[in-house]
């Protein structure tokens, strides 16, 4: 069974930075995201990589202080997060899925979903 494990998450000063993980145990897909929900909104978009070509997307809201990125050899997708502000405190979830679909269309239609991990913000 293909699972994404994701890894990084953790309670961070304002300004400051992590870097969440994203590892596929089996398979390489078409392309992965990240997106977040925070406590009472609904999961939001964050950002979209895909895998052949590495061009990315990203929410305007983390333009500049996010950056995703992928490492062939481990199969692992990452989100380095910089200067971290308390309103990014929400549960982070990577996706993945086989289809040749555009990042809009990454949250309805991913396959495959990790478990999130909590990333806390504090002012």
């Known amino acids: 069974q293909v699972q994404l494990v994701e890894s990084g998450g953790g309670l961070v000063q304002a300004g400051g930075s992590l870097r969440l993980s994203c590892a596929a145990s089996?398979?390489?897909?078409?392309?992965y995201g990240w997106f977040r929900q925070a406590p009472g909104k609904e999961r939001e978009f964050v950002t979209s990589i895909r895998w052949t070509t590495g061009v990315t997307y990203y929410a305007d809201f983390v333009k500049g202080r996010f950056t995703i990125s992928r490492d062939v050899a481990k199969n692992t997708v990452y989100l380095q997060m910089n200067n971290l502000q308390p309103e990014d405190t929400a549960v982070y979830y990577c996706a993945a899925t086989t289809l040749r679909i555009q990042p809009a269309d990454l949250q309805t239609m991913a396959e495959y979903w990790g478990q999130g991990t909590q990333v806390t913000v504090s002012s």
């Open positions: 089996e398979r390489t897909f078409n392309r």
